[in-house]
């Protein structure tokens, strides 16, 4: 699998799972783009790459600022010409009884997670339509299909992105824009050995999952051989969303 040649933007890249993911493309030839709100990770995980023999381009951008999404757009687009994949990484979470999340909070969530997806993936396939098509995965979560108490305004923007996922897919399909998602379950982005047996040994795959894991699936699911695959939700979860739960 090569991405020589290929030009893929990474939000969210500042570290977890966006990091994994930036240098998994860097890693197969693509140049890799990677946005964050905050600088000291784009700058960490800028040096992760460029350790690694690798090159990288970083941007400060705040997806909950309709503004600063188009001008990065307008602006990157005449430093690289064209962009072929986009992986709608970011997202942010307030976790709060729903009798105490305020409105302000509600809409910082939904629009910087579900907003933010939305633009990134409009302006993005502006350019990629210009240039033969390209690929979007938007990361949601398995907080779409099920929930812990407190999640509403997270899950709320994760089931959006699901929706907006195959909404995407039927109206880019005619520009040759694929458009998929990935819901990940438990992905550690710390310290992985720090894990409890019981931490993975819940998952019927017997372990906690990875960025790793989620950074496959994107190579999967944008690798050009599969433009077949379009409108779908891959759920990674090590099979906790298949696994039946009784009190005992």
Excluded at 125 to 135: L, P, V
Excluded at 145 to 163: D, F, H, Q, R, V
Aim: aromatic share 6%; proline share 3%; with cysteine.
């Amino acid at each position: 699998m090569t991405y020589e040649g290929k030009v893929v933007i990474v939000t969210g890249g500042g570290g977890g799972i966006g990091r994994t993911i930036a240098a998994a493309y860097a890693k197969h030839g693509a140049k890799v783009v990677i946005v964050d709100k905050e600088a000291d990770g784009l700058k960490q995980t800028s040096e992760f790459i460029q350790d690694a023999g690798f090159e990288v381009l970083t941007h400060v951008l705040d997806l909950s600022k309709p503004i600063e999404i188009e001008r990065f757009f307008h602006e990157i687009q005449g430093k690289i010409d064209r962009i072929d994949i986009l992986i709608n990484n970011a997202g942010i979470g307030v976790f709060k009884s729903p009798y105490d999340l305020t409105i302000e909070e509600w809409d910082f969530v939904v629009g910087t997670n579900l907003g933010g997806t939305f633009l990134c993936s409009r302006e993005a396939a502006k350019i990629m339509r210009n240039h033969g098509g390209g690929s979007i995965v938007n990361i949601s979560s398995t907080r779409a299909l099920m929930s812990e108490p407190n999640s509403e305004a997270y899950a709320a923007s994760k089931g959006g992105i699901l929706s907006l996922t195959h909404s995407l897919a039927l109206s880019l399909g005619p520009d040759h824009i694929q458009v998929n998602a990935i819901s990940p379950g438990w992905i550690e982005t710390g310290d992985y050995d720090k894990l409890r047996q019981i931490d993975h040994l819940q998952h019927p795959a017997l372990r906690v999952g990875k960025p790793e894991d989620i950074a496959r699936a994107c190579l999967y699911l944008t690798n050009p051989e599969n433009d077949f695959i379009t409108g779908i939700n891959l759920v990674i979860d090590g099979g906790m969303t298949r696994k039946m739960i009784y009190e005992e």
